[in-house]
């Protein structure tokens, strides 16, 4: 049976962390890369020649995804039985895949904001292009900060 250290449900909460990071991760990605595909496929009407220049919001948003990936797949091997696996690694988890999914959403949310009024801007007026990269630079580090926290508590979970 299980003790009250490690109830049968404590691997619940590390599998939730687990697709938590992909989950919202994904979502964060998908947002990222419509919403700013979308302000590509608008400013290629008129400026063809920029569509490559352009495509940077599209890869840094595919980046958020990749994050999720990562730390879904570290917690998924971590995974263990009840009696190896306690309610503590479980939280553990839940919180790491939480972290990274979240703020990998809210990453991708504003990659996608600044990405579509970025390129728009940048095919009317050129020099916008570096202040967009820049912006879209400080949006990928929410992303990355929650990556980072994220595999602090992995390793937590993990000694």
């Known amino acids: 049976m299980s003790s009250d250290a490690a109830p049968v449900y404590g691997p619940f909460f590390g599998v939730m962390g687990s697709a938590s990071a992909?989950?919202?991760s994904a979502l964060g990605a998908a947002y990222g890369t419509a919403k700013a595909g979308a302000g590509i496929a608008a400013m290629a009407v008129m400026r063809p020649e920029l569509i490559m220049k352009s495509i940077i919001?599209?890869?840094?948003?595919?980046?958020?995804?990749?994050?999720?990936?990562?730390v879904g797949a570290l917690i998924a091997t971590n995974l263990k039985t009840p009696p190896a696996?306690?309610?503590?690694?479980?939280?553990?988890?839940?919180?790491?895949?939480?972290?990274?999914?979240l703020s990998g959403l809210a990453a991708?949310?504003?990659?996608?904001?600044?990405?579509?009024?970025?390129v728009r801007g940048t095919a009317q007026q050129p020099r916008l292009f570096v202040g967009m990269v820049l912006i879209l630079?400080?949006?990928?580090?929410l992303g990355l900060y929650g990556l980072i926290v994220s595999l602090i508590l992995i390793g937590k979970a993990s000694s």
């Open 85 to 101: 696996y306690s309610l503590f690694h479980g939280f553990l988890h839940m919180g790491a895949g939480l972290s990274v999914g």
């Open 137 to 141: 630079i400080f949006a990928e580090v």
């Open 22 to 24: 992909m989950i919202f």
């Open 57 to 70: 919001p599209i890869v840094m948003a595919g980046i958020i995804g990749i994050y999720g990936v990562v």
């Open 108 to 118: 991708g949310f504003a990659i996608g904001v600044v990405g579509d009024a970025g």
